[in-house]
Structures are given as structure tokens and as C-alpha cells.
């Protein structure tokens, strides 16, 4: 969900910066001391208290991106994480030591309270609480994000840049088989595409995927389904998602498993499912502005598509644009500044964009083409 078109960034990795090395510290007295914070450049991901074991404490939100092993006790233990770790704080006694883990680490790893500050008598304290942190994301210029299909199900990343004549130039790396279908960046400016049924080489319909960098990551499995769409809402920047063969719209509710990998079905909830089957195939979704109304891209008829505005919560669907672009398929939708659908449209040989005005359905070009990437499942803006 892009807040600007032009004036904006999306965030799809994370930078390397030059950070603290490991570090121990400790007050003039042995008789505790305050925590310390996060290194500059990095941010809270996860803190944990030691009791009789450990307890999470905050940030809300986060509870499942850290997971400290069962059998870790206030001496050490094991940990691992579902997002990259580039430091990772103990706190014991009266000081503090920090692991320096570069630009991140997923993969599990030690802690050890003989890294602390010896207390008084000479011996290190047991630990009385761990922090985790990472990396801050660094945007880059302002870029469009999208995805093509070529041939079944290759899924290609591209950027569009508004600041460069709208060049077009591709991004990361082909997904083979995986046929992503739905593309959308979160308030974070972190992207997240959605595949469709025809997924091959060991790839899941319905999967959830992070693209990092160009690289799609899976997440976890929404359904068994083709997840043809998806939007993250603005007013609380949840995702919702459009299952296709279940008529199904489902929200999201954790975009951190533990267990990343759609072998895993996403914890999701369902928000709408019709009494009876509904003659509509949802190709793209976007949400307006201020969230109350989710529109989608119906192209069930080939000779035209249709835009649907379903008002939230009510799950009251109307036709807001009923004759457009005869022959010629809107297949990615996002909402720009001025309310407006920026929509892609598969055009056969080519791809083109144009800002849709739902009020009087005029559309208005945007001066993007490209003969390769000419069947366009996805878009996505990024986030100033």
C-alpha cells in the first residue's frame, strides 16, 4: 500500500552498517545496573526476563521471531530466529556484554554467561536478561516493485522507477516455478508476493513469500489454494489475501513463524466467505487510502474486467468500473495519493500502466512499457 508515488521507498533487504563490535560492560558499583539499548542503527526485535526460565517481555507483536530452546537456563543456552539478528545483548549482575553478529543471523546460536563482567567475588553472574536486535533497514531511491509470469509459473521481480523515465530493469532473482500471483510491500516497506495453483519443482500454491533482495523466502502456506491477491490495510497494516477455488478472504495474523517454510499453513482468519458460489475470478487487490474499502480486479469475463468495492466490515460488494478496456486484463492493482488505482494491465505483447479514477472511471497512461515483462501478475509501491 504506497503512501506516495513518486516520493517514496520500499525496503527489501537489509543494509550492511558499520556497527559496535562484541563489547562487555559494567558499572562502578556491583549492584546492578541499567540496561543498555540497542546498538544505533539497529532496533528492539525481541527482550526476554530470566525467572525460572525465560519469559518474553516486549515488543508486542513480537513474540515468535526469537525462540530460546527449551533447556536454556540463566548460565546459557540456545537460541534461533525467524528475521536476520545482528546483535544480541546479555544483561547479568552489574554489566552488560553484546554479540556482534554483522549483518545478521538466523541460524542458531549460543549465549553464555561467562561472557559477562565478573561480579565481586570474581565469578560471572547469572544472566538476568537477553535482548535481541537488528538492523535498521536502509531504503533505497524510490522504486516500483512487480512480478511477471513467463511461461506457466517462472516469476520474475522488476523494478519500475518513476524518478528515471519509469525505466524498467529486473530485479533479484528468477523464481523458477514458483508462479507468484499477488505482490504488496507493508508499512515496513517489506515485500511479500502470493503464489497462484500452479506451482512445480517442490513449490507450494498458496504460498506466502518474503522477497528479500529480489530472492523470494518462503513464510508459510495461507492455504492449499491460489492466493491470487493480496493487500496489506492500511490502518493496521494486517494482510489479507484471496483465495481463488474457495472463494475465501482471509487475513494473515502472523507474518513471523517460528517455523518459516510453507510446508506450514499461515495462521490465518477468515473474514469472508460467500453463502454460495460467486461468479468472479479476483486477479488483484488494493485497499483504499483510509482502509475501509478493499478493491479487487475481477476478470471473469475475458472481454472486459471489473472493479469491485467491498466496504469493510460489511462485506458489501459493488461495481465501481464495469467496462473497461475491452479484451485487455487488469491483473495488478495499487492505490496512489490522490485515491486513485494504479493498475497493470496484460496487455499480450506488452505491459502498461494507468491511474484509475473509480469515481468516473477514467483512466489516465503512465508512461511505462516493456515488451518482456508483458504478463504482469503483481505491483507494489513503496512506502516513503
Request: charged fraction near 20%; aromatic fraction near 8%; hydrophobic fraction near 35%.
Amino acid at each position: 500500500m504506497a503512501k506516495t508515488l513518486i516520493k517514496s521507498t520500499a525496503v527489501v533487504g537489509i543494509a550492511a552498517c558499520v556497527l559496535s563490535t562484541q563489547v562487555w560492560a559494567k558499572p562502578d558499583k556491583d549492584k546492578g545496573g541499567p540496561n543498555i539499548d540497542c546498538p544505533a542503527g539497529t532496533s528492539l526485535v525481541a527482550k526476554f526476563e530470566w525467572g525460572s526460565r525465560y519469559v518474553f517481555e516486549k515488543p508486542a507483536g513480537s513474540e515468535k521471531v526469537v525462540a530460546i530452546a527449551d533447556g536454556a537456563t540463566a548460565s546459557g543456552g540456545t537460541w534461533t530466529a525467524t528475521t536476520p539478528i545482528s546483535h544480541l545483548i546479555l544483561k547479568g549482575g552489574t554489566g552488560t556484554f553484546t554479540y556482534d553478529f554483522g549483518v545478521g543471523n538466523q541460524g542458531q546460536k549460543n549465549f553464555d554467561k561467562n561472557q559477562l563482567p565478573p561480579n565481586s567475588s570474581g565469578s560471572s553472574p547469572d544472566i538476568s536478561n537477553i535482548q535481541f536486535c537488528a538492523l535498521l533497514s536502509v531504503p533505497p531511491s524510490c522504486q516500483v516493485y512487480g512480478v511477471h509470469d513467463e511461461g506457466l509459473n517462472d516469476s520474475h521481480f522488476f523494478t519500475i522507477d518513476p524518478e528515471n523515465n519509469f525505466q524498467v530493469a529486473a530485479f533479484g532473482e528468477v523464481c523458477d516455478n514458483c508462479d507468484i500471483e499477488g505482490l504488496d510491500t507493508n508499512q515496513n516497506g517489506d515485500l511479500y508476493g502470493s503464489s497462484g495453483d500452479d506451482p512445480r519443482g517442490g513449490h507450494f500454491p498458496g504460498c506466502l513469500y518474503k522477497i528479500n533482495n529480489g530472492q523470494a523466502v518462503e513464510v508459510c502456506q495461507i492455504a492449499n489454494d491460489e492466493a491470487s491477491a493480496i493487500a496489506f490495510r492500511p490502518t493496521d497494516d494486517s494482510l489479507w489475501a484471496w483465495l481463488e477455488s474457495r472463494q475465501e478472504l482471509v487475513k494473515i495474523d502472523n507474518l513471523n513463524p517460528v517455523h518459516q517454510g510453507c510446508d506450514q499453513l499461515c495462521d490465518t482468519t477468515l473474514m469472508f466467505s460467500p453463502a454460495k458460489p460467486i461468479d468472479v475470478r479476483i486477479e488483484a487487490m488494493s485497499w483504499n487510502l483510509d482502509g475501509t474499502v478493499l478493491y479487487a480486479a475481477d476478470t471473469k469475463n475475458p472481454t472486459k474486467t471489473v472493479i469491485w468495492a467491498v466496504t469493510i466490515p460489511t462485506m458489501v460488494a459493488v461495481s465501481v468500473c464495469d467496462h473497461l478496456l475491452n479484451g485487455i486484463q487488469i491483473e495488478a492493482l495499487e492505490t496512489i495519493p490522490d485515491g486513485r488505482l494504479m493498475s497493470g494491465v496484460d496487455g499480450g505483447n506488452d505491459f502498461w500502466l494507468f491511474a484509475l479514477d473509480v469515481g468516473t472511471c477514467e483512466a489516465e497512461a503512465v508512461p511505462v512499457q516493456s515488451s518482456f515483462y508483458s504478463d504482469v501478475e503483481g505491483i507494489a509501491y513503496c512506502l516513503p
